[in-house]
C-alpha cells in the first residue's frame, strides 16, 4: 500500500483538479459569454496564485504533510485544474534564481511553440481528412 499512496494521493486530487476545471469553465461561460475564455483565464490565473500561495508554505515548512500535500494538491489538483500555473512558477523560479533569459525562453516557448504546435495539429488533421 506504501508504494500505491503516492499515486492515489495525485489521483484523487487529479480528479478534483479536472472537475474543479470543468465547473469553473461552465459558470464563467454562463456568467461572461464565450465570445472570450475567460473560464481559462480565471482558471490559469487562480491556479497560478494557489500554486504560489502552496509552495510558499512547503518551502517555508509551515504546513504539516507538505509531502502529501505537494501530492495531491500542486501535482493533482493543481495539474489538472492547469499546467498554466506551474509554467508560471517555474519560469518564476528561474528569473528568481538570475536566469532571465532561461525564464523568458520558457515563458515564449511554451506560449509560442505551444500555439504553433495547436495549429501544425489542426492543419494535419484537416489536410488529411479532406477527400
Known sequence: MKHIYPYLLVGLGGFLGA???????RISGAIFGVSFPYGTLI??????????????L???RL???AHDLRLAIAIGFLGSYTTFSTLEYESHSQFE???WMLGMANLFGSL????IAVRI???LVTH???P
Open 97 to 99: 534564481s538570475g536566469s
Open 43 to 56: 482558471i490559469n490565473v487562480t491556479g497560478s496564485f494557489a500554486l504560489g500561495i502552496l509552495v510558499t
Open 112 to 115: 509560442f511553440l505551444g500555439l
Open 128 to 130: 488529411s481528412s479532406t
Open 58 to 60: 512547503i518551502g517555508q
Open 19 to 25: 472537475n474543479a476545471r470543468f465547473i469553473v469553465a
Open 121 to 123: 495539429g489542426i492543419l
Open 63 to 65: 504546513i504539516p504533510h
